[in-house]
């Protein structure tokens, strides 16, 4: 008997394992799919890429073609060269298992293809019944968001069906046409639940069975997480955090221990990969510093559409509860009071997530989604800090089945540009380069675009919105370019490295340095000597030459900033040497690393001294001397320099101070010039930092060096009040510093807002000069600002009135400003002799010839601290 059921028992036991592998089989497998590419390929992350060709319903309706132009900043050949244009109705037919959800990642680049031009392309596509995109222009979206090339994902929910039909469906409009570039299905476990509803806490939403598209994918406080490692064979890609944060206060960022262990016993490792976990964003180190803000991201959504917001925690520094707790808002709303990550997960090391839900609304101004962390009084906790380590932020489907939002609005002065290019003559065959190339732009920064436009439109008086101003933005990938291009090598100083384009005398005034010198400098970019953290990438403090110390800025791979300005920074700098104008040393371009070497500031940002709480106090003498160290330095760059030059990009944390105190202007990627100046004005797009950012230059997109000077009268401002530029934790006409302190002003309530400690430390007449120049630099209209030459001489009238408060005061003479401010050198170190050969570019020099052009400047949007 024992034998008898033995054997049936070995039985079952074989015929539920055949069943299992039976079903385990048909299990589709991910698709990767070259569209129009015959034979697939790899692409630069080893992912193989078939041919789409065998999933067609019909081929007749449809044509291969390649591009005609390979943008630089594409990551990949494969799939973005290759695409399959339709030219009436089409669909895919792939096979999934219908029980479960699955991923639709479509990829487009919106090149010009033989015989077809991407900007006639209007088209929708539906899948599964679900529209996903409706209208859509990928030439659009690619010029709104700078982007070379377009990736839009989405989770579509069980269907019960064993296939997924995609179709593709040009729009009526005469001669458009469809097309696509790479396509993934890819099997997905249910990674959706119920969410709660923010200002609903009883009502939760199940979302198991919506329809999503992903918006927004950032690993809080880390870098950037490619899709080769991301968990659970997803492929999702994470991206930084950091253009996204809303004002100054960034916070601090933080990395687990590598002795603690990431265990996940809430959920599966497929909600998100270890290295989310092992990453966060906190508040920072002094209590009362933070109990005064919100650290808070901003994002711009398509309106009339529910979002689901996924919070990411873990705790890998306390292990107890009720030692950081801390409350959540979105929208302005509490969406939790009390957080408190130890409790929630059980323990340390433990990942835990949350989902929240909020519906936004088409109201003016409510196209934003906003999320902000601070820490909670009520449960007197350990630590007055809150934690974030990731987050997702979801679009769900409408009640009809629809994901599609609007084509972002193009401004008034990118359509100019564009019709500019466009009437350009073709370059030859050879080059296979069209006028597509100056359409699409780098793929840098779109959603972070958005971010500082809708940011901007907050900033300034809440006016209303300015015709072509407003944009939906519907995705967020791909935010950066990773350093794999395409360009040809250039040969510098006779080495060969990198693929940028960094002229000889550029060359000839910089150091050149090795990646192995770099990291020998750095301790192999050892996380102790980070004394920095901005869009750019990480700062190192390193050492070099033996006991020189410098400053060491390394391109993240997966950073906004990228090529554009790291050759800005050195075709600029190289030229330019002024006392209070930071200096570049050298740069390293290889093996896809691109760093910056720059004299060490040891007292940091004039941000860090202001408001930060963990650095020295300044003095009023101090900061008006700061402040007069900048302005010397933005005045020889307005008349000093060859060319007038204009920053860009004027706040407290691009004004540096060395060890002595000294300031120097810093960051010069967004930076402008010319070899003229007739006009008065460059027409440009607008880049630049919220908060600081001029109203006029914003209205008018003509770029001055009176920008500079209103810039600059809000660090005259930030330096008197010692708060943000941009505080959204406060109340609503508190909340820009310009319009604040301006109303302030006008009323005569200054003292009020002044720092705390300096009250009773300013003379009077020294106060009052000093806050007259500052309103002088916000008027609106860039006319009636004084020139950087007028603000340097009512700063230093200010100075000899603060120091003499009843004595005689000797009014500085026009034109105090000394251009060449020449430090003795050392001629026995390198770096003496290095900084020996820089030319000051004065414009008293020889002139140069005519075809010098202001091509190299950057066009990446950084509304963040570098």
């Known amino acids: 008997m024992k034998t008898n059921t033995h054997v049936l028992f070995s039985i079952i036991s074989l015929l539920l394992v055949f069943n299992s592998l039976k079903v385990s089989s048909s299990v589709p497998t991910p698709l990767v799919l070259s569209c129009g590419n015959k034979d697939g390929g790899t692409d630069t992350d080893g992912r193989k890429w078939e041919s789409d060709s065998k999933y067609l319903v019909s081929s007749d309706k449809s044509v291969e073609s390649v591009a005609l132009v390979q943008d630089p900043s594409l990551t990949s050949e494969i799939p973005y060269m ?77 269907s019960n069906n064993d296939s997924l039909t995609v179709t593709f469906k040009p729009s009526d409009k005469n001669g458009s046409f469809a097309f696509v570039n790479g396509i993934e299905v890819i099997p997905s476990p249910n990674l959706f639940d119920s969410a709660v509803m923010v200002g609903f806490d009883d009502q939760p939403l199940d979302t198991s069975s919506a329809n999503i598209q992903t918006m927004w994918r950032l690993n809080v406080g880390g870098q950037y997480i490619p899709p080769t490692n991301d968990s659970f064979g997803l492929v999702r890609s994470w991206y930084d955090d950091s253009p996204y944060i809303y004002s100054g206060a960034m916070g601090l960022t933080s990395q687990a221990d590598s002795n603690v262990t990431i265990n996940y016993k809430n959920f599966s490792a497929a909600i998100a990969p270890i290295d989310v976990y092992r990453t966060s964003r906190q508040m920072g180190m002094d209590p009362n510093i933070n109990k005064k803000y919100n650290l808070t991201w901003a994002f711009q959504v398509d309106a009339n559409f529910t979002y689901l917001v996924r919070l990411h925690f873990c705790e890998y520094q306390l292990s107890k509860v009720n030692q950081r707790v801390f409350n959540v808002y979105i929208n302005n709303q509490t969406a939790v009071q009390d957080a408190d990550v130890i409790a929630w997960s059980g323990g340390m090391g433990i990942p835990f997530y949350k989902d929240y839900t909020i519906y936004v609304s088409d109201g003016q101004g409510e196209d934003m989604l906003w999320l902000a962390l601070s820490p909670t009084n009520t449960m007197k906790p350990e630590y007055f800090d809150a934690i974030l380590n990731g987050l997702e932020i979801f679009k769900l489907s409408d009640s009809n089945s629809n994901l599609a939002g609007p084509n972002p609005t193009i401004s008034d002065m990118m359509k100019k540009q564009l019709e500019e290019a466009a009437k350009k003559p073709f370059a030859s065959d050879s080059n296979k380069k069209t006028y597509t190339t100056a359409l699409i732009g780098g793929a840098a920064g779109g959603a972070a675009a958005f971010a500082f436009v809708a940011a901007a439109l907050i900033g300034y008086k809440k006016k209303s919105k300015l015709p072509g101003s407003q944009s939906h933005n519907s995705s967020w990938l791909p935010l950066y370019t990773n350093s794999h291009t395409s360009g040809t090598k250039s040969t510098v100083s006779g080495k060969s490295h990198g693929s940028t384009n960094i002229s000889s005398d550029a060359a000839s005034n910089c150091r050149y340095f090795s990646l192995a010198e770099i990291k020998n400098a750095t301790k192999n970019f050892d996380e102790s000597n980070v004394i920095g953290v901005g869009g750019f990438g990480k700062v190192y403090k390193g050492i070099v030459d033996g006991d020189t110390k410098v400053a060491i800025k390394r391109s993240n791979p997966s950073s906004e900033q990228g090529v554009n300005e790291f050759i800005t920074e050195i075709e600029m700098l190289s030229k330019l040497r002024h006392r209070h104008l930071v200096s570049l040393i050298g740069y390293c371009e290889e093996n896809n690393e691109m760093v910056l070497v720059y004299d060490y500031m040891g007292h940091g940002t004039m941000r860090e001294h202001l408001y930060k709480g963990n650095k020295i106090t300044l003095s009023w003498k101090q900061r008006l001397e700061i402040c007069i160290g900048a302005a010397r330095g933005l005045h020889y760059l307005h008349t000093g320099a060859k060319y007038t030059i204009i920053h860009r990009d004027v706040k407290t944390t691009n004004i540096l101070l060395d060890e002595k105190w000294v300031a120097k202007v810093s960051d010069f990627g967004l930076s402008k010039t010319g070899p003229n100046m007739n006009q008065g004005h460059v027409s440009t797009v607008v880049k630049g930092s919220f908060g600081y950012l001029d109203p006029e230059y914003f209205r008018r997109q003509q770029l001055t060096e009176k920008s500079d000077v209103y810039s600059f009268g809000v660090v005259l401002f930030e330096a008197l009040c010692a708060r943000p530029a941009l505080n959204p934790s406060l109340p609503k006409e508190q909340v820009s510093l310009a319009d604040w302190a301006l109303h302030c002003q006008r009323k005569g309530t200054l003292e009020d807002i002044i720092d705390p400690q300096l009250k009773g430390k300013i003379s009077p007449e020294c106060l009052k000069k000093f806050a007259e120049m500052a309103e002088k630099c916000l008027a609106d209209h860039g006319t009636d600002r004084p020139s950087m030459g007028d603000v340097l001489w009512n700063l230093e009238f200010a100075l000899q009135m603060h120091e003499n408060p009843e004595g005689s005061v000797r009014k500085p003479t026009t034109g105090s400003v000394d251009y060449d401010q020449t430090e003795e050198l050392d001629h026995n170190s390198f770096l003496a002799m290095h900084r020996s050969t820089l030319s000051l570019g004065s414009e008293h020099d020889e002139k140069e010839s005519e075809d010098s052009t202001d091509d190299i400047f950057s066009q990446i949007v950084n509304p963040k601290g570098r």
């Open 82 to 158: 290759k695409g399959r244009i339709f030219t009436a109705e089409t669909a895919y037919k792939f096979p999934v298992n219908g029980t479960s959800r699955c991923i639709l990642r479509l990829h487009f680049y919106p090149s010009s293809y033989t015989y077809f031009n991407t900007t006639s392309s209007y088209f929708s596509v539906v899948a599964g019944g679900v529209t996903l995109l409706n209208n859509f222009s990928a030439s659009i979206t690619a010029q709104a968001n700078t982007q070379a090339y377009i990736m839009r994902e989405f989770s579509l929910a069980p």
